[in-house]
Nanobody, 126 residues
Framework: QVQLVESGGGLVQAGGSLRLSCAAS????????MAWFRQAPGKEREFVAA????????FYADSVKGRFGISRNNAKNTLALQMNSLKPEDTAVYFC???????????????????WGQGAQVTVSS
């Protein structure tokens, strides 16, 4: 059974930084692409960033490109999201997710992710 647990959320002022972590248990972490999604109140869950199984390639939503960085440590079964230059519109619950399919690339569709964490609240004040 795969379990994902996020940590590191909180309240920060606009322009500040936060680092989210996702700890994975169960087998197969290093074989699958991983991603971060977020969901703001009243909005659909949206793609934020993804990383290939070996960490060789990363992908970002246009809204966070140049400000966020996704990384993984397969030896420690951990995923991270470094968030810099935060804006009030980044306020959301952030979820880490594991791909349902072995692939060389990544998917930006939440339907392609089989395992999800419980979410971490990120609040950016103006």
């Amino acid at each position: 059974q795969v379990q994902l647990v996020e940590s590191g959320g909180g309240l920060v002022q606009a322009g500040g930084s936060l680092r989210l972590s996702c700890a994975a248990s169960g087998h197969g972490f290093s074989d699958y692409a991983m991603a971060w999604f977020r969901q703001a109140p009243g909005k659909e869950r949206e793609f934020v960033a993804a990383i290939t199984w070996n960490g060789g390639s990363t992908f970002y939503a246009d809204s966070v490109k140049g400000r966020f960085g996704i990384s993984r440590n397969n030896a420690k079964n951990t995923l991270a999201l470094q968030m810099n230059s935060l804006k009030p519109e980044d306020t959301a619950v952030y979820f880490c997710a594991r791909d349902r399919t072995l692939r060389f690339g990544v998917s930006r569709s939440l339907h392609e992710y089989a395992y999800w964490g419980q979410g971490a609240q990120v609040t950016v004040s103006s």
